[in-house]
């Protein structure tokens, strides 16, 4: 089967347009990958690809295949953890057209999150459960001199952004996705 219009929509080599007035977080994650200056990082992500479907382009942002594509092109690992089969699978799969690795985590990210990667993208659950969740990772990678992405703020970052300001850690809110994102560089702490 050929899937090579499909490749060039899902790595962003060729644009599609839908009546969204959503903002992709590929930006976002681009700014945080040039921050590593070509560099080889180690990527931990919680949440992986939940539907191929088009419209999930934008409203979860397909993370690992910009991610999966860095990595490719200079070196690092990504990990993506999850605790729906499915949504692992759409990222191998992903990972496998585009040609990049990925080490699949199935289950609750705090059994493998740990405090040896250079970035962290926190897109797990949304909702209550997902604030308290965000905030339970980050404190466990709190001493990681890293930088750490948060999507979905209104979602999953409520309890997280009091903790943060609380603790006079300094971070960026950028108005992309849905209800934003936060990137935190614990490079220099």
Same mark, same amino acid.
Request: hydrophobic share 40%; aromatic share 10%.
């Given at each position: 089967?050929?899937?090579?219009f499909?490749?060039?929509?899902?790595?962003?080599?060729?644009?599609?347009?839908?009546?969204?007035?959503?903002?992709?977080r590929?930006?976002?994650?681009?700014?945080?990958?040039?921050?590593?200056d070509?560099?080889?990082?180690?990527?931990?992500?919680?949440?992986?690809?939940?539907?191929?479907q088009?419209?999930?382009?934008?409203?979860?942002?397909?993370?690992?295949?910009?991610?999966?594509?860095?990595?490719?092109?200079?070196?690092?690992?990504?990990?993506?953890?999850?605790?729906?089969?499915?949504?692992?699978?759409?990222?191998?799969?992903?990972?496998?057209r &585009? +040609?990049?690795?990925?080490? $699949? =985590?199935l289950?609750?990210?705090?059994? %493998?999150?740990?405090?040896?990667?250079d *970035?962290?993208?926190?897109?797990?659950?949304?909702?209550? &459960? +997902?604030?308290?969740?965000? $905030? =339970?990772?980050?404190?466990?990678i709190? %001493?990681?001199?890293?930088?750490?992405? *948060?999507?979905?703020?209104?979602?999953?970052?409520?309890? &997280?952004?009091?903790?943060?300001?609380?603790?006079?850690?300094?971070?960026?809110?950028?108005?992309?996705?849905?209800?934003?994102?936060?990137?935190?560089d614990?490079?220099?702490?």
């Amino acid at each position: 089967m050929n899937f090579d219009f499909a490749i060039a929509v899902l790595s962003g080599k060729k644009e599609i347009k839908l009546n969204t007035t959503v903002k992709l977080r590929d930006p976002v994650i681009k700014y945080v990958l040039d921050l590593f200056d070509r560099r080889p990082v180690k990527i931990f992500q919680v949440g992986a690809i939940e539907s191929l479907q088009t419209q999930f382009r934008w409203g979860s942002g397909w993370s690992d295949t910009i991610f999966g594509i860095y990595i490719k092109d200079f070196g690092g690992s990504l990990t993506i953890a999850d605790i729906d089969l499915d949504h692992l699978t759409n990222s191998s799969f992903m990972g496998e057209r &585009l +040609g990049y690795n990925i080490n $699949l =985590e199935l289950g609750d990210a705090m059994a %493998s999150i740990s405090d040896d990667y250079d *970035i962290y993208y926190l897109d797990g659950a949304d909702g209550d &459960l +997902g604030d308290k969740q965000t $905030l =339970e990772q980050f404190k466990k990678i709190e %001493s990681a001199k890293s930088v750490v992405l *948060i999507d979905d703020i209104k979602s999953k970052a409520v309890s &997280l952004t009091k903790y943060l300001n609380s603790k006079d850690i300094k971070f960026e809110t950028h108005c992309v996705g849905n209800g934003g994102m936060i990137t935190i560089d614990m490079r220099q702490r």
